[in-house]
Each structure stands twice: as structure tokens, then as C-alpha cells.
């Protein structure tokens, strides 16, 4: 059974810096492209930032570029998001993602998500 779980999530002040990890186990996690999510109270879930299978290609919802970076360790089986001058508008609940659609087969999994808040 492919299980996400994550961690490193906590409170800090505006400025400061988290990283957050998941782990995948049970899984392929050389194979999946992975995705890093949040939800704000009262809001949509929103993408954050997503990286290519190898960590070769990353993007970023434009409010964390050049704030945030995403990155991959398939020997450690582990994705994470370094977020740096964290701001108040960047809290909420962060959920890993590892998707892949193999001609329509589809496997789609998701950590149980880690809370960040962001306050002085």
C-alpha cells in the first residue's frame, strides 16, 4: 500500500524559514512526478510547486518564485519544499502529491498534510 507521509510544518514569523519533507513508501517514487499543494482556510487548493520524476524540471505558482524550492532524493525516497521569507499569506495546510497516468491508468496519491502558519 503507497503511503505519503509528512512532515516539518510548525509555526513561524513572517521572514523566517521551513522545510517540509514527505516520505513515500510502499511506492516507485523514482517513477512519479510529485506535487506540493496548500489549503487556506476558506479557500481553494492551491499548487504550489511541482517537480519532473529525475528533479530535472520544477515550476511555481508565481507568488513563492524565488522564494520556495521544490526538490526530490529518490535514493531517500523523499520530496521536500525549502520556503523561505515566509509570509502570512502562506499559511495553511501543505499536502504532498505524487501523480502519474500511465495511458490512462491512473495512480494518484496524497500525505495527510502538514499545517503552516505564519504570524508574528
Known amino acids: 500500500q503507497a503511503q505519503l507521509v509528512e512532515s516539518g510544518g510548525g509555526l513561524v514569523q513572517p521572514g523566517g524559514s521551513l522545510r517540509l519533507s514527505c516520505s513515500g513508501l510502499g511506492m516507485l517514487f523514482y517513477t512519479y512526478p510529485m506535487n506540493w499543494y496548500r489549503q487556506a482556510p476558506g479557500k481553494e487548493r492551491e499548487l504550489v510547486a511541482r517537480?519532473?520524476?529525475?528533479?530535472?524540471?520544477?515550476n511555481y505558482t508565481e507568488s513563492v518564485k524565488g522564494r520556495f524550492t521544490i526538490s526530490k532524493d529518490n535514493v531517500e525516497r523523499t520530496l521536500y519544499l525549502q520556503m523561505n521569507s515566509l509570509k502570512p499569506e502562506d499559511t495553511g495546510v501543505y499536502l504532498c502529491?505524487?501523480?502519474?497516468?500511465?495511458?490512462?491508468?491512473?495512480?494518484?496519491?496524497w500525505g495527510q498534510g502538514t499545517q503552516v502558519t505564519v504570524s508574528s
Open positions: 517537480i519532473s520524476n529525475d528533479g530535472s524540471s520544477t
Open positions: 502529491n505524487a501523480y502519474l497516468n500511465l495511458g490512462g491508468l491512473v495512480y494518484d496519491y
